[in-house]
Nanobody
Framework: VQLVESGGGLVQPGGSLRLSCAASGTIFSIKDMNWYRQAPGKQRELVAT???????DYADFVKGRFTISRDNAKNTVYLQMNTLKPEDTAVYYC???????????????WGQGTQVTVSS
């Protein structure tokens, strides 16, 4: 299974970006899909999560600014980021809980990360 993120880049404070993460390979189903971020010198932290049914949850520091969504037909998760702040600068990673065989067992997979830089 491969997870490939895209959509990162440089944006001014107050701007917006939309991240995408597409899962490919042998996939029977995907449970939760998550976005994490890691800033230089800091631990990786959970940003947002979405269940297979569409239930979402957010870290307090992005509530009201970021929106997570998914397209189950495309095995893709998105993160719409609005009103970006310099402190949002980090490498953003997606994670997916994937069933890779017919057996009812799921494993977590990570993407390689995409850089988001918020600066004027």
């Amino acid at each position: 299974v491969q997870l490939v993120e895209s959509g990162g880049g440089l944006v001014q404070p107050g701007g917006s970006l939309r991240l995408s993460c597409a899962a490919s390979g042998t996939i029977f189903s995907i449970k939760d899909m998550n976005w994490y971020r890691q800033a230089p010198g800091k631990q990786r932290e959970l940003v947002a999560t979405i269940s297979s049914g569409g239930s979402t949850d957010y870290a307090d520091f992005v509530k009201g600014r970021f929106t997570i969504s998914r397209d189950n037909a495309k095995n893709t998760v998105y993160l719409q980021m609005n009103t970006l702040k310099p402190e949002d600068t980090a490498v953003y990673y997606c994670e997916a809980n994937v069933q890779v065989t017919i057996a009812p067992r799921w494993e977590y997979y990570w993407g390689q990360g995409t850089q988001v830089t918020v600066s004027s």
